[in-house]
């Protein structure tokens, strides 16, 4: 048995912020933490970003283990007992706690064909074999057309490869930009070499030798020599969920990351909390919510009894182009564009009712306080009233509605 004052299931980005908040405030109380994966905690971003532009591969180690912590890696927990506060992983070993982090992630959403053959890209080993892949072979498949699709199709295509994107939307990002520019993200891949069959899916995936055959149903047939996919992710509730947890999309937590059990935490991409700017209950599978309330987590663990009141904002590279984010971002939301330069420079406003509830950044950086500051006002608002609010130019406000297509 091995007792923590504080334990952590999960080794990832949240953990690491967690743990740098308990020491802010607990600087000796014994850690520890449990993760699925086997390699120390690493950034995560740059596997689909920084990585495939030279950013040397020793900058992604967060450094957890130099904050007198006990890593227990490559081991699941299975179960957990909130009244006893004990847990055991599915090697046996068993532990206490004083507080608990249920840190647990997401996984990625799978298909009912193609086996191990298939990288479902999320982790570092992902990354790894992706690339021993690339060194190897020209033609790669990627499957889905949303954040993870659009980014790994960019960083493969960058890298001299030939690249087939199949989504079933009609464009790249359809749900969450405007028709207008989602419609002219197609084109500007294909401009970029990149071979796009929207509205279509994989239907059978055979490997033959090193090289996949590959199906739609659309009928198309042809050969690949690696096959990604970024089909979204769904979060790791079980063990909450087996525990008597409340959960529903996540694990539902209150402002100071508390859980409905007793001196358990929760934070990160699995964790459904309550956003104060929105109102309402949300989910956040980004970076910065993942560093934000890992960190508020960690301090209300260690006694610090602190609202999260964090706008969590996100980011994304394609290619020359880059966006920031905040809020809800949804095409079925109205959409007000305010463009510099079109579908090159801009801002989208995405509004409820009259009320900001995203925002858009495009190609534009240094925002995001003042974006998340204008979610925060009342309104109502009407598209005249945003021109130029995030910058100063004179050009019109463009009005789109959110089911129009180009």
């Not at 096959?227 to 087996?242: C, F, I, T």
């Amino acid at each position: 048995m091995k007792p923590y004052k504080f334990l952590i299931v999960g080794s990832g980005m949240t953990a690491d912020a967690a743990v740098r908040g308990i020491r802010e405030l607990d600087p000796y109380g014994s850690i520890g933490i449990i993760g699925a994966e086997t390699d120390i905690p690493y950034a995560r971003p740059p596997l689909s970003k920084g990585m495939w532009k030279g950013r040397p591969f020793e900058k992604i180690w967060l450094g957890t283990g130099k904050l007198n912590v006990d890593l227990h890696l490559g081991r699941q927990v299975t179960v957990l007992d909130p009244a006893a506060k004990y847990v055991r992983d599915d090697q046996g070993d068993e532990y206490t706690y004083d507080k608990l982090l249920l840190a647990t992630g997401s996984s990625p959403v799978r298909l009912p064909i193609g086996g191990e053959g298939i990288i479902y890209y999320r982790t570092l080993q992902d990354y790894q074999r992706l690339v021993a892949l690339a060194e190897q072979g020209r033609r790669f498949l990627v499957i889905g057309a949303g954040f993870i699709g659009s980014e790994i199709a960019a960083a493969l295509r960058a890298s001299g490869k030939q690249v087939t994107m199949i989504f079933r939307d009609r464009s790249i990002g359809e749900n969450i930009f405007p028709p207008e520019l989602s419609h002219f993200l197609n084109d500007f891949y294909r401009r970029k070499g990149v071979e796009l069959m929207p509205g279509d899916e994989v239907t059978g995936l055979e490997r033959t030798g090193s090289s996949f055959k590959v199906q739609s149903r659309g009928g198309r047939t042809f050969e690949v020599d690696g096959v990604v996919a970024g089909l979204g992710v769904r979060p790791n509730v079980e063990l909450a969920k087996s525990a008597g947890l409340k959960v529903e999309d996540g694990i539902l937590v209150d402002d100071h990351q508390r859980t409905s059990a007793p001196d358990i935490f929760s934070a990160g991409d699995v964790a459904m909390f309550p956003h104060k700017v929105l109102g309402r209950l949300i989910r956040v599978e980004h970076e910065d919510n993942a560093l934000k309330m890992g960190r508020q987590a960690g301090r209300n663990m260690a006694g610090a009894d602190e609202v999260y009141t964090h706008t969590p904002f996100f980011y994304s590279d394609l290619f020359e182009l880059g966006y920031e984010a905040v809020g809800e971002l949804s095409s079925k939301l109205e959409m007000v564009a305010d463009w510099q330069e079109p579908f090159e420079k801009g801002v989208v406003y995405y509004l409820e009712d009259g009320r900001v509830r995203g925002v858009l950044l495009w190609n534009v950086w240094k925002k995001i306080k003042e974006a998340a500051d204008l979610m925060a006002e009342p309104g109502p608002f009407k598209a005249a009233e945003l021109k130029g609010r995030l910058w100063k130019n004179d050009q019109a406000v463009s009005i789109v509605a959110s089911d129009a297509i180009p």
